[in-house]
């Protein structure tokens, strides 16, 4: 019976932060402008949140729906000059499951530390997967149109271009650091309350 909770639990939240994803992407709330030249992206939110409530699989798919999406932005709607690259799956898709495999290994090496809390291991996967997302993607971009993104970028290399995009990712990290650490650390009082609620219940009968 457990066993069939926790996998309706996994599809259900592989569901939910699914259609997330799409929803942020559609209405472009998962892009949050600070200023012309300045914009940051909160659409890998949920693929982290997935990773840490349901597991290695489900933030695998959730990663995939993020980039199938993007994939689908860039060939329907391109609005910037290195948008229309992001049509190959390899820029698009494959980076953002590798940012989700990561995510569930940060996660799962943080919470063998007892001593750590949830909360603060949430906020730690959260600042360094978003950091490795921003790699990844750009490090794809690099690798597969090197000539094109130098370009784009003003002739300069891949860690020069990380460098450039570096203000942005560190903000950008630091917003996922604060949501996954609000949302697990309420997760983990909810939970801790039921289980209290649950012991009490069997003490009492």
Known sequence: MNETITKNRKIALTGAFGALVVVLGITRLGFISL???VSLT???IPVL???MLAGFGS???VGAVFGIFSLIQAAMSPSGALDPLFKNPLISVLPRMLFAAAAWLIWRGLRKISLLPESVSAAITGFISTLLHTCLVIGSLYLVYNTDVSSAMGN???LAGLIVLMPNALIEAAVAAV???AVIGSVSVVSGKKSRLRMEDETNQ
């Open 35 to 37: 200023s012309p030249a």
């Open 179 to 181: 949501v996954c650490a």
């Open 42 to 44: 909160i659409m890998h």
């Open 49 to 51: 949140l997935t990773v």
């Open 156 to 158: 300069i290399g891949y």
């Open 59 to 61: 933030g695998i798919s």
